[in-house]
T-cell receptor, first 112, second 111 residues
């Protein structure tokens, strides 16, 4: 157990809908990363937060947004969902954003 | 999106053999991390490297941070069936907090 908690574990929704994925970092970690992993693909960096502020951005679609709250948990919002958004979404956390990152178990999103 | 070049893409080896995989980048990295991922699971951190030339071991695993800061390798000695999985390198470029992943090496171990 990495100490990073992601909910829900599975999510099935229809095209056009909006979903929110939640991540609770390890105790003491200030930085949260979000990644997308499509079937048999690598991990695509989406966005990183540090202590509530956006620190780095990857190729995150405009339909996607994220935030980190004062209690350091983070949410990834995906809207106007398309079939191609079906993937595993991972959250990782690290102490400073410049040290090793630990991953949660992921949320498997299926868009039908 | 930006990714590191990781090779080989896949490996099929016999139990007991040693394995070597590497990762290269066109830019300087401050941090190199190696992860293992099982199907449907989150990546698990194996080794973290922070200094150029650093050589670190974790059991049968050994990884090195390249002198040029643009590459890293991971060796697995005396492979066993539970080593099966996908191995990813990850790095943090000097001028950003992004943590970028390699394309992965899929390892199969046959008895």
């Amino acid at each position: 157990d990495s100490g990073v908690t992601q909910t829900p574990k599975h999510l099935i929704t229809a095209t056009g809908q909006r979903v929110t994925l939640r991540c609770s970092p390890r105790s003491g970690d200030l930085s949260v990363y979000w990644y997308q992993q499509s079937l048999d693909q690598g991990l695509q960096f989406l966005i990183q937060y540090y202590n509530g502020e956006e620190r780095a951005k990857g190729n995150i679609l405009e339909r996607f947004s994220a935030q980190q709250f004062p209690d350091l948990h983070s949410e990834l919002n995906l809207s106007s969902l398309e079939l191609g958004d079906s993937a595993l979404y991972f959250c990782a956390s690290s102490v400073t954003g410049k040290t090793e990152a630990f991953f949660g178990q992921g949320t498997r999103l299926t868009v039908v | 999106g930006q990714q590191l070049n990781q090779s080989p893409q896949s490996m099929f080896i016999q139990e007991g053999e040693d394995v070597s995989m590497n990762c290269t980048s066109s830019s300087i990295f401050n941090t190199w991390l190696w992860y293992k991922q099982d199907p449907g699971e989150g990546p698990v951190l194996l080794i973290a490297l922070y200094k150029a030339g650093e050589l670190t071991s974790n059991g049968r695993l050994t990884a090195q941070f390249g002198i040029t800061r643009k590459d890293s390798f991971l060796n697995i000695s005396a492979s066993i069936p539970s080593d099966v999985g996908i191995y990813f390198c990850a790095g943090q470029p000097r001028d950003t907090d992004k943590l970028i992943f390699g394309t992965g090496t899929r390892l199969q171990v046959f008895p």
